[in-house]
């Protein structure tokens, strides 16, 4: 809810710059940190980022695949080259850390030569808004976040910790179900909530979301198939990805 805000209120060639300067700072960091408590973090970051990017680009785009704004049309074509691309994407980040040990140094590069063509190519084309603090909900947004990211820490991590053997483990137990508690009673009692809550009182909304839930589940190389082949086959993650 908060990138269409922020999209309105600045101009392309800031809204690039600002992304790609924060995402290679963060990029930096996790090359150089060996905390896995701060490599979540920064991950959990760079993704948000490039959510912007992401919604940034769909906008352009949508006039390309669909200049009469039909959604499924634009969607035909927009999904299989996001899945493609991240594919080849995936393909070409584990050969590049294999044969280099590059690791995120190379995604920094790439994004410096990003950074050049902004300046470059891209010009303002419109003055900064500002953007009122209440109408970012940044309380909401910190609170479930980091409800998520315990949650997350603790699915991923619990079997190399032993689970409740640790410590952290058995704190972000507690802590992370709270916090997503706290974020949903704060949504529901909001004059002007984060996000509004009203689907999930539709039971044909109810089924879409949990339909996507399981299509995005099996059809993504991190989940199944990932593990299946590293684990259970122990094929190392080159060719893991390369399959």
Request: glycine share 4%; hydrophobic share 55%; proline share 4%.
């Amino acid at each position: 809810p908060i990138i269409p805000k922020v999209l309105a209120a600045v101009s392309v060639k800031f809204l690039l710059l600002t992304d790609l300067v924060l995402q290679f700072f963060l990029s930096w960091i996790c090359a150089r940190s060996q905390n896995a408590d701060i490599l979540i973090v920064c991950s959990f970051a760079i993704g948000f980022l490039k959510g912007f990017l992401m919604l940034w680009f769909i906008r352009y785009a949508q006039k390309i695949f669909s200049p009469n704004n039909v959604r499924s049309e634009f969607y035909s074509y927009f999904y299989p080259l996001v899945y493609g691309g991240g594919q080849v994407s995936m393909l070409v980040t584990a050969q590049l850390a294999y044969y280099y040990d590059w690791k995120y140094y190379f995604m920094m590069l790439l994004m410096l030569v990003a950074i050049l063509l902004v300046i470059i190519c891209f010009r303002h084309n419109r003055p900064i808004k500002s953007v009122p603090i209440a109408d970012l909900h940044i309380r909401e947004m910190f609170i479930i976040s980091a409800g998520l990211l315990m949650l997350m820490y603790v699915i991923n991590y619990g079997k190399v910790l032993d689970w409740m053997s640790s410590a952290k483990i058995c704190a972000y137990i507690v802590i992370a179900p709270m916090l997503i508690a706290l974020f949903i009673w704060i949504q529901i009692h909001s004059d002007k909530p984060y996000v509004s809550l009203a689907p999930l009182y539709q039971p044909k909304a109810i089924i879409g979301y949990l339909y996507m839930m399981i299509v995005m589940f099996f059809s993504t190389s991190t989940t199944l198939l990932t593990n299946y082949l590293s684990v259970i086959l122990k094929v190392d993650t080159t060719h893991t990805y390369s399959l």
